[in-house]
């Protein structure tokens, strides 16, 4: 099975900075990395897939990165909008499909 | 607009059984492979099985395989899980979920969600 870590646990910022959230593969998974975003109270909403493709409808702040072992999502200017708890998924080698712990990205 | 609700949750005692639903709509649901996604209470969200769009092939996460079985009624555009010798880890909330027309038949990732339907495990 292929364990993704999700770093930082918590990440404390402020609207109009940057944010930077990364996931680890304990092997290659190639580009087979989707990034989720999730509010209280509902479903995980799809941001990018393949690494560095935004779903529909998603605003261009956000854009992934990366290949093999080590992905990043990055949100160029935060929004109030975008605190929220992020999760990457991979389903390179699968079954299972399998997400991180998540990383909680909170107002500072 | 597609929509995909999810229904057959309940409180249930250890060692029982529940049929969960996922009723889909706004899309032609035998074209596309299917999954269940759960996530307990306050934690992250985990894998559970997945379909494809016929139905003839089926896929477990280990802690559910033997225990859960997947199908789905192409007739009926629904989808279910059946959950059986359940266990206090088993209680999550657990979503029916798909990839959309970039992903057909393949399980891959999960543009649709439904909102879950909630299962809790407890004596």
């Known amino acids: 099975e292929i364990v993704l870590t999700q770093s930082p646990a918590t990440l404390s910022l402020s609207p109009g900075e940057r944010a930077s959230l990364s996931c680890r593969a304990s092997q290659s998974i190639n580009d087979q990395l989707a990034w989720y975003q999730q509010k209280p109270g509902q479903a995980p909403r799809l941001l990018i897939y393949d690494a560095s493709h935004r779903a529909t409808d998603i605003p261009a702040r956000f854009s992934g990165s990366g290949s093999g072992t080590d992905f990043t999502l990055t949100i160029s200017s935060l929004e109030p909008e975008d605190f929220a708890v992020y999760y990457c998924q991979q389903r390179s080698n699968w079954p299972p499909i399998t997400f991180g712990q998540g990383t909680r990205l909170e107002i500072k | 607009e597609v929509q995909l609700v999810e229904s057959g949750g309940g409180l249930v005692q250890p060692g029982g059984s529940l049929r969960l639903s996922c009723a889909a709509s706004?899309?032609?649901?035998?074209?596309?492979?299917m999954s269940w996604v759960r996530q307990a209470p306050g934690k992250g969200l985990e894998w559970v099985s997945g379909i494809t769009g016929s139905g003839t092939k089926t896929y477990y996460a280990d802690s559910v395989k033997g225990r859960f079985s997947i199908s789905r009624d192409n007739s009926k555009n629904t989808l279910y899980l059946q959950v059986n010798s359940l266990r206090a880890e088993d209680t999550a909330l657990y979503h029916c979920?798909?990839?959309?027309?970039?992903?057909?038949?393949?399980?891959?990732?999960?543009?649709?969600w439904g909102q879950g339907t909630l299962v809790t495990v407890s004596s």
């Open positions: 979920a798909f990839g959309g027309y970039r992903d057909g038949n393949n399980v891959r990732y999960f543009d649709y």
């Open positions: 706004g899309f032609s649901f035998s074209s596309f492979a």
